[in-house]
């Protein structure tokens, strides 16, 4: 007689080997917690001890110094300058305490607001440089402007250097005169009139 399986019965294994995992994940997790904790008792042990040897070391060396105090203050030449015994610690500090466990984590916090996210962006804008974008065209030639109020007068220029000398002039052509009588004349031009030897005649 042939024994038949199921889907049921092939799907079991897989289920058996993944209950399995997760037991020995969990195992393992507490075997870490443990594993962790007896490192920080060990820990704690030995700083204890360490602190106890490091009390009685303090304490024999308090000793020796109340001691020499006590017998500098009984000499007559002697003037101390350091601390007196009173004002010394007593004894060390205690040892550092062990690490507490980790808190829980805090709730979220609210979102920033818009303007909160603008001025976050504005300000990485200014400071990185990444935002400026590509130059734009060159704009159109705006309106001329309105004509501006008249300038001052200058102040007067330098006089210039005096010119050259201008062409000889042409003789008069005539002109008139009062004699001592009281007779007016009138002198004009001879004819033919040469200018380089001019003469007149007078009437």
């Known amino acids: 007689m042939t024994a038949s399986t199921t889907p049921a019965s092939r799907a079991r294994p897989s289920a058996v080997i993944a209950v399995i995992a997760v037991v020995v994940l969990a195992l393992a997790t507490v ?12 820990r704690i042990v030995y700083l204890t001890a360490s602190h106890a040897d490091d009390e009685a070391t303090y304490r024999s060396l308090l000793g020796k110094y109340t001691a020499l105090s006590e017998d500098c203050r009984k000499a007559t030449n002697c003037l101390s300058t350091a601390p007196a015994p009173s004002d010394v610690p007593q004894s060390l500090p205690g040892a550092t305490g062990a690490t507490g466990a980790k808190g829980d984590t805090g709730p979220a916090g609210p979102g920033a607001s818009d303007a909160q996210v603008l001025t976050q962006v504005a300000t990485f804008c200014t400071t990185s440089g990444f935002c400026v974008g590509a130059q734009g065209p060159e ?11 008249t300038g001052a007068t200058g102040a007067t220029g330098a006089t210039g250097p005096q010119g050259p000398a201008g062409v000889d002039g042409q003789p008069p052509v ?30």
Request: hydrophobic share 30%; proline share 6%; with cysteine.
């Open 31 to 42: 075997g870490l917690d443990v594993a962790l904790h007896l490192v920080q008792q060990q």
């Open 139 to 149: 704009g159109d030639q705006g309106p001329a402007g309105a004509t501006g109020a």
């Open 174 to 203: 005539s002109w008139t005169y009062t004699d001592r009588f009281g007779v007016q004349h009138t002198c004009s031009r001879s004819d033919p009139f040469d200018a380089s030897a001019p003469t007149y005649t007078c009437s």
